[in-house]
């Protein structure tokens, strides 16, 4: 699963800027769609725009990027449900080899039975993530800067007050193990317990053109139930909301691009 910040509803505006892609935002609900990058261009030598453009694609395989050419025009699309910074850096990639085969924007459409090329198909590594499980839940915070959201897994449980330094230690070392660098929490003590809800996330991903690092959640959850079990700890919250509900925070224990990460 790929944590971390990304864009979908906002496009980074005032972080990157486009002269060829055009950003659209995604569509949430169950009319969803992915967010995307798209360019049509033209340009006097088509095979070696396209030849260009594929070098780019081998050089950053982790990009969703698309292609269509007909005669002299070429549409690129970068398109996904969560566009992290790899994928802007490849648009602004391709931006430069644009300018360099002196290719210009158009608005001649594409004939309708086009081929789609696909130059990179990012593949997660690790194994899917199920929604509904339970105790690790997929979640995302919205708003931050540059329009950013952050995809994050949060875990609800209660323990005993003495347990909280060892136990909020132990997830620092899974941190650690699980090349985690966001862990924050909120709590509401209700002695001799206090209830938890711990957020698990990365920062920006993929600046610069950097691999894209993937979060095995079947193996992060199976240590974070060890955890628990290690001290005292279950799942879910004590008392009843919203009075016992853990609001009393973040407590930052580690955190990466601060300002993008709420």
Not at 96 to 117: K, M, S
Not at 211 to 233: E, F, I, K, M, N
Request: net charge negative; charged share 15%.
């Amino acid at each position: 699963m790929l944590l971390g910040v990304y864009w979908y509803y906002g496009f980074p505006k005032g972080l990157y800027h486009f002269d060829f892609f055009a950003y659209r935002p995604g569509i949430g609900g169950s009319s969803g769609g992915p967010a995307e990058l798209t360019a049509t261009v033209q340009a006097p030598d088509p095979a070696a725009l396209l030849a260009a453009v594929q070098a780019v694609a081998a050089r950053y395989p982790q990009a969703p990027l698309l292609a269509q050419a007909h005669g002299p025009l070429l549409r690129l699309k970068l398109d996904d449900w969560a566009l992290p910074d790899y994928a802007f850096f490849v648009a602004t990639e391709l931006e430069a080899v644009l300018h360099q085969q002196q290719a210009t924007l158009t608005t001649e459409p594409l004939p309708a039975d086009t081929p789609l090329l696909r130059l990179a198909d990012p593949q997660d590594p690790t194994p899917p993530y199920h929604y509904g499980d339970g105790l690790v839940q997929a979640v995302s915070s919205r708003g931050g800067k540059y329009q950013s959201e952050v995809a994050l897994l949060r875990v609800d449980c209660h323990l005993p007050l003495t347990q909280k330094a060892g136990f909020l230690a132990a997830l620092e070392g899974l941190c650690e193990q699980f090349e985690l660098d966001v862990l924050y929490y909120l709590d509401r003590k209700i002695p001799p317990q206090v209830n938890l809800m711990v957020f698990f996330g990365k920062g920006r991903q993929g600046v610069g053109g950097q691999p894209l690092r993937y979060t095995d959640t079947v193996a992060l959850t199976a240590a974070v139930v060890t955890t628990l079990s290690a001290h005292g700890a279950q799942a879910g919250h004590l008392g009843g909301y919203p009075a016992d509900y853990p609001r009393r925070g973040p407590h930052i224990l580690r955190i990466a691009d601060a300002d993008f990460v709420r």
